[in-house]
């Protein structure tokens, strides 16, 4: 289960949480101390972005073999009778009707 | 023939066939019966678009009592619901009652007057009645409305083919390709209209359209069929040029080879039958 890209997903993952709490942890220092607060220190800004794309390397490696987008795949196999077909259109007044002459007559009974 | 097969499948056909829009009404009223006799507790949920699936088939085959129990479950169970009431107009269409049937559909509609559903029903009611004309008053009333509806564009183009009028069911068409470019057999079959309207003009374009269905499909024989009669009449027309009579013939040889191939590959038995329908029609290997 713990394959390589899983793990490089993970360690991806808490990169992004250890610069997360870093940066939490920063701002908290510079309001004790009192500074005034410009920008986050280099090496936070830095450990995010590598963990963003070791996190992104790892999902994709995890997501296995990209298919070609094929607009038109779902339409190959089918054909102009199933298309073809407007269900919301459906008229029951056809010759299928006439195989059945003993409906018409419970109509007329009831 | 229901009774031999097991419960998952026929529930997995059904459901098949009820996202695939399939309409072979018959085996699924049989095996919509069966499950909806033998297995209702089992099908949960899935029993109320099962019912509508089933109470339709029926219609469709004349089977009205069982259309009636179906729907008249569904009513019980759904008094208030349009779709449920829709059902019921529909079940008064098959009985050839189409007054109390558009009374029906006029009743959900002042309800809820933007139901584009029970609007496609009063198209229905006109075709029913065998009055295309005003099928098609009422249909190009809705289109108004829902102008990006792919069912109703293809409804209205089938109704004017009906009429005869084909530039403007090749208008309807020309709408469904703009929507959907990808699509194979929007191409074939506007194509195909093309064709029917004849013309040297209309032919050149009727096989580029059939060309691009194959670009886009090349399982589509009746594309392929279609290329290859299109680029035969304009090579043997006398009013084309000699220019455009080699390059048809090469287009229609083009065609044969590939229909050749798809038969041997698939169909071999027929491979005479080809043989003898080409020779018939004259078309040689390309000069």
Redesign the interface.
């Known amino acids: 289960m713990a394959t390589f890209c899983h793990l490089i997903v993970i360690a991806g993952i808490l990169g992004l949480a250890h610069a997360a709490f870093s940066a939490a942890q920063h701002r908290s220092y510079i309001r004790l101390t009192e500074q005034e607060f410009t920008r986050l220190p280099a090496d936070i800004v830095l450990e995010c972005l590598l963990s963003l794309i070791v996190t992104c390397y790892g999902v994709i490696t995890m997501a296995g073999k990209f298919k070609g987008i094929r607009a038109m795949a779902e339409f190959q196999t089918k054909s102009m009778d199933t298309v073809g077909n407007r269900p919301s259109f459906y008229s029951f007044a056809h010759r299928g009707f006439k195989k059945q002459p003993e409906e018409a007559k419970t109509k007329n009974d009831s | 023939m229901a009774a031999t097969m097991d419960f998952e499948d026929v529930r997995d056909k059904l459901r098949k066939w009820r996202e695939?829009?399939?309409?072979n009404?018959t085996e699924t009223a049989e095996l919509g019966e069966y499950l909806l006799a033998n297995y209702r507790r089992k099908l949960g949920d899935e029993v109320w678009p099962l019912f509508e699936q089933v109470s339709?088939a029926s219609?469709?085959?004349?089977?009205?009592?069982l259309a009636r129990l179906c729907i008249h479950a569904v009513r019980e169970q759904f008094p208030q619901s349009s779709r449920s009431k829709r059902l019921h107009g529909?079940l008064e269409?098959?009985?050839?009652d189409f007054e109390s049937a558009k009374e029906t559909y006029e009743e959900i509609l002042k309800g809820d007057p933007a139901n584009g559903?029970v609007m496609?029903?009063l198209?229905?009611i006109h075709?029913?009645?065998?009055d295309i004309p005003s099928a098609i008053k009422e249909l190009n009333k809705y289109i108004a409305s829902f102008m990006s509806d792919s069912?109703a564009w293809?409804?209205l183009a089938?109704l004017y083919i009906q009429e005869q009028d084909y530039s403007k069911a090749a208008f309807c068409f020309e709408e469904l390709i703009l929507y959907n470019p990808?699509?194979?057999?929007y191409h074939?079959?506007y194509a195909e209209i093309l064709y029917t309207q004849g013309g040297i003009d209309n032919l050149e374009i009727a096989r580029k359209y059939f060309a691009q269905a194959v670009k886009?499909?090349s399982?589509n024989i009746r594309a392929l069929y279609g290329m290859l009669l299109c680029a035969y009449h304009i090579a043997s027309s006398s009013k084309s040029t000699a220019k455009k009579k080699t390059e048809n013939t090469k287009y229609a040889s083009w065609a044969k080879v590939q229909l050749d191939y798809k038969y041997k590959q698939s169909e071999p038995k027929d491979e005479e039958v080809l043989g003898e329908m080409f020779d018939r029609l004259a078309i040689t290997s390309g000069n």
């Open positions: 695939d829009k399939v309409r009404s339709i219609l469709d085959c004349g089977k009205l009592s529909m269409e098959a009985e050839g559903l496609k029903r198209v229905a075709k029913g009645k065998n069912e293809m409804e089938e990808h699509h194979h057999l074939q079959r886009l499909n399982n």
